[in-house]
């Protein structure tokens, strides 16, 4: 039986510096749950252990019992909390966690597109007691819950306190049109506009005449004519020929009836050919437009414009149609198409080669496949807020990387830092590099050998030893020597 190797100890590293490590050992995306705990139980670190995005129930049952209410608060509003522990911090002393708990907002964990982490759904019993929670914050904060169950949500629109029900009822992310009526009489106009936006069906033609009343009341008593709800009746309403009269014959309202689903097809081929470019186009996006009439429609869609085809992001399609989506003459398809999750190789092949520079960039900020030589080609003249996803990028090339390692950008040297494809000795002049980000971001480089790492551990810059911790690459043997040095 051969001897077990003795663990890879920092030498030397002892009272102040040692007690700088254990953040780092904290944010290590190695760490076992056996190192997490023994830090979560000894009370070190535990600002950087509430961040992770993986916390083993033991760790996070540790941190839920403690006493401080603003650390347990972080902890409620990470995505990564088992739902055991939810229960637990649902019944929480401080109504701020709970309010933390029941808010399900995005948590940010780093810069670009990919920072935001969104909360799946809370088990059915925290949904249950957050909903009979006495403090109205809480109830509030649950209202405004995506996942919160309908039969839940629709007890909420009864709550006592009335900004409780109005916004369970603005906030539904799906809005079930049985409902409709009601949820449209607890709220002002732009609370009507923005639940018709959401309608999981065609708002019914009653009620849609009704809303009309109330806008033409509101105008005989001398009030601007609401466009936005006007617009939001005519693009949702079920179509009868009184409204689809009113709305055709509207030029605010032409643009919205134009992508109505229920707009009969003649008119949608009358449309088609409207002098307004914003008709055309709305014509262009509907679903199930025929392809040979979609792609005749002369429509102009801004490079920049932020609009996109909803059904397109998530729509169950075969690969013929999205092939025929990435070759339409029309921008917002392609655009679309780029930002849809999971394309197959070759339709990201097609929009690789796309005309527009917006279509590219996407496919280099949202798919895992984007291309190498489209990532390198594309960061060489980007510097928008994206930068630092097309450079971390798992399919970023390594010689391009080795090229940014002499940039004069430090924000470039940082990101290239940590590329595994670098050289040893780029590493190295990295780690002396005059940057403390560009210095911190080397000692983090998956890379680096194990035994260059523990040395960095003890390294005079506080900032590599710091980064040389959190280097997922650390043995874990090491790790546990440095728990022990700490007496923990």
Not at 224 to 252: K, M, N, Q, S
Not at 352 to 373: G, I, M, W
Request: proline share 10%; net charge negative; hydrophobic share 45%.
């Amino acid at each position: 039986m051969s001897p077990v190797p003795a663990p890879l100890g920092p030498p030397a590293v002892t009272g102040p510096r040692l007690a700088l490590l254990l953040p780092g050992l904290a944010g290590n995306p190695s760490a076992p749950p056996a190192v997490l705990v023994r830090l979560a139980a000894a009370g070190e670190a535990r600002h950087a252990l509430v961040r992770r995005r993986d916390l083993p129930p033991e760790t996070a049952g540790v941190l839920a019992a403690a006493t401080d209410a603003d650390l347990r608060s972080q902890l409620a509003a990470n995505p990564s909390v088992p739902p055991s522990v939810r229960v637990v911090l649902a019944g929480d002393a401080d109504p701020r966690v709970r309010t933390r708990l029941a808010a399900g907002a995005p948590y940010f964990t780093t810069v670009g597109v990919h920072g935001i982490r969104s909360p799946g759904p809370l088990p059915r019993e925290v949904y249950e007691a957050l909903a009979r929670d006495p403090d109205p914050e809480v109830r509030r904060a649950l209202a405004r819950n995506p996942h919160l169950p309908d039969d839940l949500r629709i007890t909420l629109l009864d709550d006592a306190d009335e900004r409780t029900a109005t916004l369970a009822a603005t906030e539904w992310p799906r809005v079930p049109v049985d409902h409709i009526s009601r949820l449209l009489r607890a709220t002002d106009p732009h609370g009507q506009w923005l639940l018709l936006g959401r309608l999981d069906g065609p708002l019914p033609t009653g009620t849609a005449h009704l809303l009309i009343a109330g806008l033409d009341a509101a105008a005989a008593d001398g009030k601007e004519l609401d466009t936005d709800l006007l617009c939001g009746i005519a693009a949702t309403a079920d179509l009868d020929l009184e409204l689809t009269a009113r709305f055709l014959a509207d030029p605010d309202a032409r643009p919205a009836v134009a992508g109505n689903p229920t707009l009969p097809a003649e008119h949608v081929a009358d449309l088609a050919n409207d002098p307004d470019n914003r008709v055309r186009a709305a014509v262009v996006a509907r679903r199930g437009l025929e392809p040979s009439l979609r792609e005749s429609v002369p429509a102009d869609f801004d490079e920049g414009d932020t609009a996109v085809v909803d059904w397109l992001l998530t729509g169950d399609l075969p690969e013929r149609d999205l092939a025929a989506y990435a070759r339409s003459r029309h921008q917002i398809f392609r655009k679309t198409l780029a930002m849809r999750p999971g394309l197959p190789d070759e339709i990201v092949e097609l929009l690789a080669h796309d005309e527009s520079f917006t279509v590219r960039l996407f496919v280099c900020e949202r798919q895992p496949n984007a291309p190498a030589r489209l990532l390198a080609r594309t960061a060489e003249t980007w510097t928008g807020h994206s930068r630092w996803d097309l450079l971390a990028h798992r399919n970023f090339p390594g010689d391009a990387a080795v090229r940014l390692t002499g940039s004069a950008r430090p924000a470039d040297r940082a990101v290239a830092a940590a590329h595994p494809g670098l050289p040893a000795d780029t590493i190295e002049a990295l780690l002396a590099d005059g940057n403390v980000t560009v210095r911190r971001r080397a000692a983090v480089n998956p890379v680096l050998p194990a035994g260059r790492l523990v040395e960095l551990l003890a390294s005079s810059d506080p900032a590599v030893a710091v980064a040389a911790a959190t280097n997922r690459a650390l043995p874990v043997p090491s790790m546990l020597h440095l728990l022990d040095q700490a007496g923990l």
